[in-house]
């Protein structure tokens, strides 16, 4: 059977990679105002091309820039929306395998006034990524949902927001613009990146999330109709997934729990063509909420770790795959790693020689496992 041509593919990545020193040093340079901003563009147009080369290499179909124009994953996309602040931090305390603790307050995201897509955000670092790429190119953005869950209504002003329905809107609206110009790019394979459905599988989140005043039962299908209004407007040619993240700093995460709360929005009412899931270990629980996947819908089984170096083998992965293949056909099935490598620049706890092997995992046990891969 001829390859797969049809993204996700079954040999497929979250999309962030660990930051090479020079680009590490260039960032610091530019904080301390020792170089400029096109001075450190144009080493992160270096870094990129390496890594897009490094993606290649390892017989991967889809490639992205690394995200290495970012200091998070969220932040540096949503703050170039009008009308969005960032304020304060708001810690959280992050897990390690090693059961210790990794505290982190990454700023807080606060509407302040009306919100409008003021200028592209992603075209130019797209149009580079694809005048690189032999192979199809990735684009990864932050899920809209990142603009409410932390903050809640009281990080949105009632005075552009009096009605939440409002602000729900223009963020749908800010997203159908962005996701149109690079459409208009050539853009046809396109990757939302969201914590809070995966939040709401933990019940001291779902917790949280109820003293702040929402429903934690209710916001998965509120947050999936915003989802599906953002991307309402792509064209036929264009592959949308999401990729639900429970956490990634420093090799630590946040959440934990089964994702039998948020299965029926996100699987059945959610209008993505795949969803990368994270099930490198316990803390994800087991693949049963995946029995009410609809056809023609793709999972991509986040297996391999991208938080401990110990690498996984492919008896395991093929093992555990079997297992998902009992709740979803099998050609409903794809591989990757868990997350990506550096969800923020500090990038996690790894070698780039474990990241290395980890993807050759990923591609190899994907080829043996579909004969499309």
């Not at 990864?140 to 009281?154: A, E, K, Q, V």
């Not at 474990?354 to 080829?367: D, F, G, Y």
Request: hydrophobic share 35%.
């Amino acid at each position: 059977m001829a390859t797969r041509k049809t993204p996700p593919f079954r040999a497929d990545h979250v999309g962030s990679f660990l930051r090479p020193k020079e680009l590490l040093e260039a960032r610091e340079k530019h904080e301390k105002g020792v170089i400029s901003r096109d001075e450190l563009r144009q080493v992160e147009d270096r870094a990129i091309r390496d890594v897009v080369g490094y993606q290649e290499d390892l017989g991967l179909q889809c490639v992205t820039d690394g995200e290495f124009r970012r200091t998070y994953f969220h932040i540096d996309f949503l703050e170039q929306l009008e009308g969005v602040e960032m304020r304060g931090g708001i810690a959280s305390s992050f897990h390690t395998a090693s059961g210790g603790e990794v505290s982190m307050a990454p700023p807080v995201l606060h509407v302040t006034a009306k919100l409008r897509h003021a200028k592209s955000i992603q075209l130019a670092d797209f149009n580079y990524l694809k005048s690189l790429a032999r192979r199809m190119p990735k684009v990864t953005i932050p899920s809209p949902t990142m603009l409410h869950f932390r903050g809640g209504r009281g990080a949105i002003s009632s005075e552009a927001y009096p009605d939440m329905e409002g602000f729900y809107d223009d963020v749908a609206r800010c997203y159908r613009e962005e996701i149109k110009s690079l459409a208009d790019a050539g853009c046809t394979y396109l990757q939302l990146d969201d914590t809070n459905l995966a939040y709401l599988c933990d019940p001291k989140l779902r917790e949280g999330a109820r003293q702040r005043g929402d429903d934690p039962d209710e916001l998965p299908r509120r947050y999936a109709k915003l989802i599906n209004a953002s991307i309402k407007d792509r064209p036929a040619g264009m592959t949308v997934c999401i990729h639900l993240c429970r956490g990634n700093f420093k090799s630590a995460w946040v959440a934990e729990g089964s994702y039998e709360p948020v299965a029926e929005a996100l699987l059945c009412d959610l209008a993505v063509d795949g969803y990368f899931l994270e099930y490198d270990d316990a803390r994800s629980g087991g693949f049963a909420p995946l029995r009410v996947l609809p056809k023609g819908k793709i999972v991509v089984l986040g297996l391999v770790s991208t938080k401990v170096g110990q690498l996984e083998t492919k008896d395991e992965l093929k093992r555990r795959i079997e297992e998902a293949a009992r709740y979803v056909p099998l050609e409903q099935l794809a591989l990757s790693p868990q997350c990506g490598f550096s969800s923020t620049v500090h990038g996690n706890d790894i070698a780039l020689q474990s990241q290395s092997e980890k993807l050759q995992l990923v591609v190899e046990t994907a080829r043996e496992v579909w004969s499309d891969a």
